[in-house]
T-cell receptor
Framework: RKEVEQDPGPFNVPEGATVAFNCTYS??????FFWYRQDCRKEPKLLMS???SGNEDGRFTAQLNRASQYISLLIRDSKLSDSATYLC??????????FGQGTELSVKP | GAGVSQSPSNKVTEKGKDVELRCDPI?????LYWYRQSLGQGLEFLIY????????KSGLPSDRFSAERTGGSVSTLTIQRTQQEDSAVYLC???????????????FGSGTRLTVV
């Protein structure tokens, strides 16, 4: 079983839609969790951290459920510029980031 | 420099040849990581250097892969006797050091796109 699993998509949504991405992880000892964004043929960049109490940044909300080992990212009022691949990432005790395979989002006009 | 620099940006090599990929981390960053991303896939961890500690090589896919970090700064990833399945984007990242929670402080370079023909 992969350490981090995501629905690869693609998710095709119209502008203004709300879209949710889900991610599960297998190692309960994982310490920290993040969502990264990767544009086509570019390197990944940190989007936001994920906390049990929830984390909101404008149109983006991230949530962690440690009991279920589940992470989510919600994007409200999606924009064309939100089109990218969203990577679920955990930081483990060994000091490295483990990446999910990513979920592709395409926002259409 | 201001960011993580990788070279070359693109490399086409013949099957069986050796290649060297270079990473210049952000000055002062003690941690350096190599990842590989195949087409349509997520990032696969390869190797991690932290200060003067022994590197974590647990992600290297075979003994054809090796990496070193000289003087705690520049790192070179070497792939010997390249195979077509080695074709991927090789990404380097650096970080100020171990981070428990919160922002991990990882900054990625723009990668080296390796094509083995």
């Amino acid at each position: 079983r992969k350490e981090v699993e995501q629905d690869p998509g693609p998710f095709n949504v119209p502008e203004g839609a709300t879209v949710a991405f889900n991610c599960t992880y297998s190692n309960s000892a994982s310490q920290s969790f993040f969502w990264y964004r990767q544009d086509c043929r570019k390197e990944p960049k940190l989007l936001m951290s994920v906390y049990s109490s929830g984390n909101e940044d404008g149109r983006f909300t991230a949530q962690l459920n440690r009991a279920s080992q589940y992470i989510s990212l919600l994007i409200r009022d999606s924009k064309l510029s939100d089109s990218a691949t969203y990577l679920c990432v955990l930081y483990n005790q060994g000091g490295k980031l483990i990446f999910g395979q990513g979920t592709e989002l395409s926002v259409k006009p | 420099g201001a960011g993580v620099s990788q070279s070359p940006s693109n490399k086409v090599t013949e099957k069986g040849k050796d290649v060297e990929l270079r990473c210049d981390p952000i000055s002062g960053h003690t941690a350096l990581y190599w990842y590989r991303q195949s087409l349509g896939q997520g990032l696969e961890f390869l190797i991690y250097f932290q200060g003067n500690s022994a590197p974590d090589k647990s992600g290297l896919p075979s003994d054809r892969f090796s990496a070193e970090r000289t003087g705690g700064s520049v790192s070179t990833l070497t792939i010997q006797r390249t195979q077509q399945e080695d074709s991927a984007v090789y990404l380097c990242a650096s970080s100020p050091g171990r981070s428990g929670t919160g922002r991990p402080g990882y900054t990625f370079g723009s990668g080296t796109r390796l094509t083995v023909v």
